[in-house]
């Protein structure tokens, strides 16, 4: 954990400043040719933000198209059983698509139609991204190109065909590790051909600037909103904010506008996969370093010769090497604390929360759930832990399935 020295920033919310910067990370280290095409993302997201038709019909899809806003809800039996403060949930799980990234997408989708350009590509590992892409693709009436890993197009099946029914085209990676780094890359490289005409969705609070503003902006809907209902139902802040960090979305949408609420504490947790050692868990913020990782000065998984390294997490869509550059300004001032859960301990939050609760959360969430469990037991009745429940857990059943052996869904 990162201590609170003289030499330590304040944290603060006006973030980030003209050049993508938080702190001393994020920035845009990226080639001649798409700084062009960022600097005109920046301008028309300007634009937009000031516009309030802009607004109006972003509301009004959140609304009618997502179903939000997504309830704020009391996991009783589950609160009952960690023996503590009360456990509530901010259910992003019962959004269209079956998770927070269709917030994302529709935002990024109506300032591609803005910007005047008929074709969006879009990076997925685990094929969240690329559902929620190719669905606000299908929506609006845009071509849809969706950059995936050849190995995660197998792992992934039900997605990849989603994708197909909506109309996207799924483009299958073959170069480096075939999961989603390699994904993002093969993305970029078609970007700098086809910037004219294409605008590049991308899926999480990383990359070069303008993106991690403008997706954690996108995503502050889920913060906002939370903030709101706590006001509403307790008539004060919770005490505990928790969420899942894999390139960093949910967390960020979820914490920002808390961040100056300092009694409130903010805890990430990032996949502790299978053991501490490089390639066994995708714990950026835990063990990684800093470098520049996909456009973006942050923190790298990476070894002794600066290579980005294999990562490894239970869940698909924790399996990212690098993270945004606001979580590592937030680790850095201290405003928010990091922790990890492995891969053994999420799948037990998720049975509890199925037992429990008749939810079945995404395993990305379980990592969460299992930590809001273990702070829940440690604090008195009255006190509230809210956590983001990041996305559903159906698309898991299967991969739950192999891992205890049961055959009834591979038959
Ligand atoms: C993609 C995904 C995540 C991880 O992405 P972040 O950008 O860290 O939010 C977490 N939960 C769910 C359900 C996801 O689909």
Redesign the pocket.
Known sequence: MTKATSATPQVTAQVPDAAGRFGRFGGRFVPETLTRALDQLTAEYEAATRDPSFHAELDQLLRDFVGRPSPLYHARRLSRQCGGAQIWFKREDLNHTG???INNTLGQALLTLRMGKPRVIAETG?G??GVATATACAHFGLQCVVYMGEEDIRRQAPNVFNMKLQGAEVRPVTTGSRTLRDAINEAMRDWMSSVETTHYIL???VGPHPFPRIVRDFQTVIGRESRQQCLERFSRLPDVVMA????????AGMFYPFIEDTAVELIGVEAGGRGQRLGEHAATLLFGQPGVLHGSFSYVLQDEDGQTSDVHSVSA??DYPGVGPEHTYWQETGRVRYWSASDAESLQAFDALARYEGIMP?L??SHAIAKAMEIAAQRPPDQIVLVCL??RGDKDAAEIARLRGDTSLHA
């Open positions: 998770a927070h990234k685990a969240q991204h899926g999480s609070v899942c960090v894999g390139g960093g979305s949910n967390a869509g924790l995404a990305e969430s990041s996305g």
